[in-house]
């Protein structure tokens, strides 16, 4: 856990943001988020926070600073962000912040006194009952059947889809339980399982009916992209025959 530097206040008081912000990033970020949200963290901070703010100390460090970064994220940038990704990375200072002010670095959150940018809110557009009977349709010509009727009927991601095993399924009960998800692969990365990103995320979907046999399952592998490969193995529905238990 982060604490005070050794040698006392007086070198907690030299820290500057971008070592907290490191500290942070090493030593409590990875405590509540998974891998895939510390990513962004990482990336945000290094590429748009420790830039404008790293070389501040850490107990001077203004809310006029905080909206400089505002400033120069958004109408003084050439190629302006997003109000979403400048509200994002001013929300991951915010979040290192909160840890220095639980731990006495400092005695206000500077980034809780700032104005945001107005975030571009868009409606949610679903599919109409028509359109979905079409993707169904179509959908039930080709092998990916049974992974658009489970998305269609339980609003699982695909990620979590993806990631079911035979034991995730209950076909007595008409459940799926979701307990993973496929994590994204980056450059030099395998694919790899995480867990849900938040524990509301693990839950019991009901499932009409198990739509498809595993002949059509096992096909679909080779329409989802060949990257997957390297997880394919005994025990995920895509790519292997149903366990005893989900029959």
Avoid at 18 to 44: C, I, M, N
Avoid at 119 to 139: C, F, I, W
């Amino acid at each position: 856990m982060i604490g005070k530097h050794e040698g006392g206040l007086g070198a907690a008081t030299r820290e500057t943001v971008g070592e907290f912000l490191e500290r942070w990033l090493r030593d409590v970020a990875p405590q509540k988020s998974p891998d895939r949200t510390l990513r962004l963290y990482k990336h945000l901070i290094a590429r748009y926070v420790k830039s404008d703010l790293g070389a501040i100390k850490l107990v001077k460090l203004s809310p006029a600073d905080v909206q400089r970064l505002i400033a120069r994220l958004g109408p003084q940038r050439t190629k302006p962000l997003s109000p979403r990704t400048v509200r994002m990375t001013i929300g991951v200072l915010h979040n290192a912040l909160t840890s220095a002010k639980r731990m006495g670095l400092v005695s206000r959150n500077t980034a809780e006194d700032v104005e945001l940018p107005r975030g571009n809110s868009k409606e949610m557009k679903a599919l109409t009952s028509t359109q979905v009977q079409a993707l169904l349709k179509a959908g039930d010509a080709t092998p990916l059947a049974t992974f658009f009727h489970l998305a269609v009927h339980t609003g699982a991601r695909p990620s979590e889809l993806l990631a079911l095993r035979w034991s995730d399924v209950r076909l007595d009960e008409r459940t799926i339980r979701i307990e993973r998800t496929l994590a994204p692969k980056h450059r030099g990365e395998a694919w790899r399982f995480e867990a849900p990103k938040t524990d509301r995320s693990a839950r019991t979907l009901a499932i009409s009916a198990w739509r498809g046999s595993y002949a059509r399952t096992a096909r679909l592998r080779r329409n989802v992209g060949s990257g997957t490969a390297p997880l394919i193995r005994s025990g995920l529905i895509w790519s292997s025959r149903p366990s005893s238990a989900a029959r």
